[in-house]
């Protein structure tokens, strides 16, 4: 890359955490005082947590740069070292020219002062004159769609009108340097939508340079030219959207269940293995309204029948779809022990474009359950953007958990030895 057109340079980055563990309560008024006595300032363990380790990378100026990776990767850590609101534990980092960050919902704004004062507010925090904002002002409120309310304090808006309007004031204050995280999402599809476009100009015609986070793989395609993905705070991939995307998807029909936080002690019908396949290709990157299938290995050692259901959450842990317990069993006739593969063809629900978590669960109704995985298999789903194919995929809360319907579940054996639970 040449030096001479680089905006941001990072080099071993590290952004280290000190994380407390609270010690065992105390449950009589005689040992908090003994506790007390043995240790003043209270019995706490404190460990290292290393959210950015050693991480380094350029970008050059006009680049849109995408950053993506899971939960907890270190993906808005990174953005708030960049964007000077945490400082790094080590590390370099170099940035040439304004920066405007929106990371999330009000960083930047006051929330006493109405929409028209931190108009004016975040561009002097930007170090644009008064009369460069005044150029900007129409253009920033007909983008918002805000303008009845500019006179209102910010602290009434919505968190919708807040993104618009804070997305506003960042494109159009002219920074050299455009930072946006999965913000983003908190708008409806058409406003996300406007934004891409945004962005798009900023980069293209204005030859700004962006980075841009999220977890939407069809805007990050479309919107960027090159892309890094954060793994447990490292750079695990660098290169085109494509390379790096095949990078995090991995391969998707192999999940170390050995690892898995059961909430029980497995028994009976334990789960081995579990992936994606769409048109018969193993996936982690799923499309709404399309037609998938579960794949599950199942570890059978039981002298009743069984049942199967499986659970599917969003990133928040809010149950979205479900297959009910007993829609699914493993045969009305005792299998014989060994493991057994099942193929569940399902129609996928509308779901919002996003990170997901299965929770499957094993049991024989109305006795016992068997086993029980919460975070068994991770995966995305991409909707398409209104407009593309006239779609518009915002999950409705007010519908509560769907139900999936199952189009045909097949069985086979795979082997007959035994593997312990």
């Known amino acids: 890359m040449s030096s001479s057109n680089r905006v941001i340079s990072v080099r071993d980055l590290v952004k280290e955490y000190r994380i407390a563990h609270q010690g065992d309560r105390p449950s009589t008024l005689a040992e908090a005082v003994l506790a007390r006595i043995r240790q ?6 404190r460990e290292s947590f290393r959210a950015l380790d050693e991480v380094s990378f350029d970008v050059q100026e006009g680049e849109v740069l995408g950053v993506i990776g899971r939960n907890g990767a270190g993906k808005s850590t990174l953005l708030k ?6 400082e790094p534990t080590a590390g370099e980092v170099r940035i040439r020219g304004k920066v405007a960050s929106l990371l999330e919902v009000g960083t930047g704004f006051h929330p006493e002062l ?3 004062e931190n108009i004016f507010l975040n561009g002097s925090i930007l170090g644009m004159r008064r009369r460069e904002i005044e150029r900007q002002f129409d253009a920033i409120v007909d983008f918002a769609e805000v303008e009845r309310f500019l006179d209102t304090p910010v602290k009434r808006y919505s968190s919708g009108m807040y993104v618009r309007l804070a997305f506003a004031v960042a494109a159009h204050l002219n920074p050299e340097i455009l930072i946006i995280d999965e913000v983003l999402s908190v708008g409806d599809a058409a406003f996300q939508e406007k934004c891409l476009g945004k962005m798009q100009g900023v980069s293209r015609e204005q030859g700004r340079t962006v980075l841009f986070v999220s977890h939407h793989e069809a805007a990050v395609r479309g919107l960027c030219n090159r892309c890094i993905l954060l793994s447990g705070g490292r ?7 494509s390379d790096v995307y095949r990078v995090y998807r991995g391969d998707a029909s192999n999940v170390d269940f050995s690892e898995k936080g059961r909430t029980m002690r497995a028994q009976g019908a334990v789960f081995r293995n579990a992936y994606w396949t769409v048109d018969g290709v193993p996936t982690r990157e799923l499309l709404p309204s399309h037609l998938a299938t579960l794949v599950l290995e199942v570890d059978v050692n039981t002298d009743q029948s069984f049942s199967v259901e499986f659970l599917i959450r969003d990133s928040a842990g809010q149950p979205v779809a479900f297959v009910p317990c007993g829609l699914i069993y493993g045969y009305t006739h005792t299998l014989p022990t060994g493991m057994y593969r099942f193929e569940i063809d399902v129609d996928l629900p509308i779901m919002a474009s996003g990170e997901y978590s299965l929770e499957l669960i094993s049991g024989i109704p109305g006795k016992v359950m068997l086993d029980q995985i919460e975070h068994a298999l991770r995966f995305s789903v991409n909707a398409p953007l209104l407009g593309s194919e006239g779609w518009d995929f915002r999950q409705d809360r007010g519908q509560g958990c769907l139900t999936m319907n199952v189009r045909d579940v097949r069985s086979s054996a795979q082997t007959s030895a035994r593997v312990r639970a």
Do not use: D
């Open 40 to 45: 003043p300032m209270g019995a706490t363990n």
């Open 81 to 86: 070292v960049l964007s000077r609101i945490t």
């Open 114 to 116: 109405t929409g028209r």
């Open 235 to 241: 750079i695990a991939a660098e290169g085109s959207p």
